[in-house]
């Protein structure tokens, strides 16, 4: 499975940006997808995850009622829409996917190259 994220740039603190991932060689439907994220100097962090059966979706406290997950399955796509972003969202965003719904990085057995996103205050 290959993912290609996209989507990151320089923002102004309060605007808006899309990220998107797309899944070359579909996942199984069982799959979750998941997006981290890591500022320099930190660890790579939870933000959200949305599984491609069902939709149900999953958000870090720091992120809920800001960023929204979805997912296409025509387009095997799944999008990150962060709005009202801080300068504390800025990292590189990375998407990745997992056979069961975890918050850690570590239980993610595809990534993608990641995107920058950095949010000017």
């Known amino acids: 499975v290959q993912l290609q994220a996209s989507g990151g740039g320089l923002v102004q603190a309060g605007g808006s940006l899309r990220l998107s991932c797309a899944a070359f060689?579909?996942?199984?439907?069982?799959?979750?997808m998941g997006w981290f994220r890591q500022a320099p100097g930190n660890e790579r962090e939870f933000v959200a995850a949305?599984?491609?059966?069902?939709?149900?979706?999953y958000y870090a406290d720091s992120v809920k009622g800001r960023f929204t997950v979805s997912r296409d399955n025509t387009k095997n796509t799944v999008y990150l829409q962060m709005n009202s972003l801080k300068p504390e969202d800025t990292a590189v965003y990375y998407c990745?996917?997992?056979?069961?719904?975890?918050?850690?990085?570590?239980?993610?057995?595809?990534w993608g190259q990641g995107t920058k996103v950095t949010v000017s205050s």
């Open positions: 949305i599984r491609w059966f069902g939709g149900s979706t």
């Open positions: 990745a996917a997992a056979a069961y719904y975890s918050t850690s990085f570590e239980n993610y057995d595809y």
């Open positions: 060689r579909r996942t199984s439907n069982n799959y979750v």
